[in-house]
């Protein structure tokens, strides 16, 4: 099954033009799984050229490629998975389009309903954050690791920490029992 792979690190692009080496050698020096490709502010067909220059990279590297929210490109490109958000398509709708090749990954802040819900419609992982400060996100719902411990208790599919996490706190993460742990500036903004 492809979320047995939803372990380790889980990078998340940046949401500027991508710099393929800083990526590539990401990737390399901290062996990345999974890598995330969330791009908001930019056309489709610029989209649509980095995700496919991102897949191959990560098909060379044997890290799974995560859409970020875009149903149409994770599809039209052959990703290996898609992450949605709780105001994008919902775990049971995405399932039942792209069936069960494809990863579904769903955001659930801090809300075991929420995680119960995405695993009941599909999902094959969820993600909780935030668990510290983020800069990327200063004002996202704040996940504290007793709040992931609760919810690993519960579901039974992989969870993945995200917000404010780096290579210095990673582990307390990983001991609260997420499976993988999601950077942006951790990993690409050094």
């Known amino acids: 099954m ?4 939803i372990q380790g690190l889980y990078g998340i692009t940046p949401d500027k033009n991508l710099n393929i080496d800083i990526i590539e050698n990401a990737i390399k020096k901290h062996h990345i799984n999974i890598l995330q490709y969330r791009r908001k502010a930019v056309d489709i067909e610029h989209k649509v050229e980095e995700a496919k220059k991102l897949l191959n990279l990560c098909i ?13 490109l994770c599809e039209n490109i052959g990703a290996h998975g898609i992450h949605l ?10 399932r039942e389009r792209l069936g069960n090749h494809f990863i579904i990954g769903v955001t659930c802040h ?6 119960i819900k995405a695993e009941q419609n599909g999902a094959d992982y969820v993600a909780l954050g935030a668990i510290f400060k983020s800069s ?27 917000g ?13 029992g997420c499976s993988s742990v999601a950077m942006i500036e951790g990993l690409f903004m050094d």
């Open 164 to 176: 404010g996490i780096n290579l210095t706190n990673q582990h307390v993460v990983y001991q609260s």
């Open 2 to 5: 492809l979320n047995q792979r």
């Open 136 to 162: 990327t996100k200063p004002n996202a719902t704040h996940c504290p690791l007793t709040k992931v411990e609760e919810i690993k208790k519960i579901v039974s599919i992989p969870i993945v920490g995200i």
């Open 85 to 94: 958000g709780q105001n994008d398509m919902d775990a049971k709708s995405a």
């Open 110 to 115: 801090n809300s075991l309903e929420l995680a």
């Open 60 to 72: 060379e590297h044997n890290t799974l490629f995560i859409v970020n929210d875009d149903v149409n």
